[in-house]
C-alpha cells in the first residue's frame, strides 16, 4: 500500500477528532507500518486526560476454543 501524503493524514486526524472509526483503524495502521509516525503524533499531542493503553496480539480473526 502507498503512503498516505501529509494533507491525507491530517484529514484522517480530523476525522479520528470527530469519532470516525474508519480514520482511527487508518491512522493505527499507519503507525503500525511505520509510516507518518512523527507527524501523526506531533499532530495529536498529548493526552486530555490520563489513558489506558490496550494491546492485542495475534493473527486476526483466530480464536480458540475453551
Same mark, same amino acid.
Given at each position: 500500500m502507498a503512503p498516505?501524503?501529509?494533507e491525507n493524514i491530517n484529514? +484522517?486526524?480530523a476525522r479520528f477528532?470527530? /469519532?470516525d472509526r474508519l480514520a482511527l $483503524?487508518?491512522?493505527v495502521s499507519l503507525? $503500525?507500518?511505520g509510516e507518518q509516525i512523527g507527524v501523526i +503524533?506531533?499532530?495529536l /499531542? !498529548? !493526552?486530555p486526560k490520563p489513558t489506558r493503553v490496550v $494491546? +492485542?496480539?495475534g493473527a486476526g480473526g483466530v480464536a480458540t476454543a475453551g
Amino acid at each position: 500500500m502507498a503512503p498516505v501524503p501529509h494533507e491525507n493524514i491530517n484529514d +484522517l486526524l480530523a476525522r479520528f477528532r470527530r /469519532g470516525d472509526r474508519l480514520a482511527l $483503524a487508518r491512522l493505527v495502521s499507519l503507525i $503500525a507500518r511505520g509510516e507518518q509516525i512523527g507527524v501523526i +503524533l506531533a499532530s495529536l /499531542g !498529548p !493526552p486530555p486526560k490520563p489513558t489506558r493503553v490496550v $494491546a +492485542l496480539t495475534g493473527a486476526g480473526g483466530v480464536a480458540t476454543a475453551g
